[in-house]
């Protein structure tokens, strides 16, 4: 299997918290062509086939909301979250979205993920961006993470280089303050959805390096580095489910439809806390495509009735 990045965003621990505060240790039908090329081979470019482009190249986004169990200081907290997928082109030099043409722009699949919830009195709001390309079989360019919360704010940004990522980081916490480093390039568990979106028979299964979701890691004031997990994949007639198992005991898992555009129907997140088992559930509302960037005067709101949110 090719390499892949991973968004996933799934948060479930302690913000307001010193960092002291940590956890216990198939043939395709839609989607693209597989190659076993390097990530530098000509040959390793994406084949997408009729129904990725006129899906996904239709001048519109796909916006799907999940009712949120959010795991929060050893409680459940109900809130949403909300998958927001679109191709657009990428400046690969400035590595931010390109609003003029240039022979060098790249296309991407991307996906802003967004969770909402209160702990007691006050809320958070997490949201991170991840840029995958289109035209090649590469990891994902960009991954960007917010974390808001009275607290404070926390922003991490991976920015891929060939055979490693740039990483810049900064926190109101103080032991975690502000770093820039350099690491390795794997499977970025962030790139998950779009993925799977891709095709879910494409991601790697057995014993994969991996890098933590970028949510999950400052939420558990965790470092940035690559861990060892197991991946499975099975399929029922209506259903793909996605499991990563790290070595520390977390988990991850995905239940996406079958066939084309392969939604993501559910995903859980379960892992070790000093407040017991931490488990997060997110289940799919509702979904809508449209152009939401025009989408603004005070009359459009109504779309959000169409969401459940």
């Not at 820039?180 to 993925?195: D, G």
């Not at 555009?261 to 979904?287: D, H, S």
Request: hydrophobic share 35%.
């Amino acid at each position: 299997m090719r390499p892949f990045c991973v968004v996933l965003f799934l948060m479930l621990t302690t913000a307001c918290e010193s960092p002291k505060d940590s956890p216990t240790t198939a043939n395709n039908s839609a989607g693209i062509a597989h190659s076993e090329k390097t990530e530098t081979s000509i040959d390793n470019k994406l084949e997408l086939d009729q129904s990725f482009k006129d899906y996904w190249y239709a001048g519109l986004a796909e916006i799907s909301s999940y009712n949120l169990i959010q795991s929060r200081y050893g409680e459940p907290r109900t809130g949403d979250a909300v998958l927001i997928y679109v191709t657009e082109p990428f400046d690969p030099i400035a590595l931010i979205k390109a609003d003029q043409s240039k022979p060098n722009n790249r296309s991407v699949f991307k996906l802003n993920a967004t969770r909402n919830f209160e702990t007691g009195i006050y809320p958070y709001h997490i949201m991170s961006s991840t840029f995958l390309p289109l035209d090649y079989s590469q990891n994902a360019l960009k991954v960007a993470t917010s974390i808001q919360e009275w607290c404070g704010h926390t922003y991490m940004q991976l920015d891929r280089q060939e055979g490693f990522y740039n990483v810049s980081l900064h926190s109101y916490f103080q032991q975690e303050g502000n770093k820039e480093f350099k690491v390795s390039q794997a499977i970025l568990e962030n790139q998950i959805p779009l993925q799977l979106r891709l095709d879910p028979s494409s991601l790697p299964t057995g014993t994969i390096d991996i890098i933590p979701g970028t949510e999950y890691l400052r939420l558990m004031h965790q470092p940035l580095q690559i861990e060892k997990a197991i991946a499975q994949l099975s399929r029922t007639s209506n259903t793909y489910t996605y499991q990563i198992t790290y070595e520390s005991g977390r988990s991850l898992s995905y239940a996406v439809e079958a066939s084309f555009p392969y939604k993501i129907l559910e995903w859980q997140e379960t892992f070790t806390t000093r407040n017991g088992v931490a488990t997060t559930i997110a289940t799919l509302k509702k979904t809508l495509r449209t152009a939401y960037w025009n989408k603004n005067s005070n009359q459009d709101s109504i779309l959000r009735d169409s969401l459940d949110l």
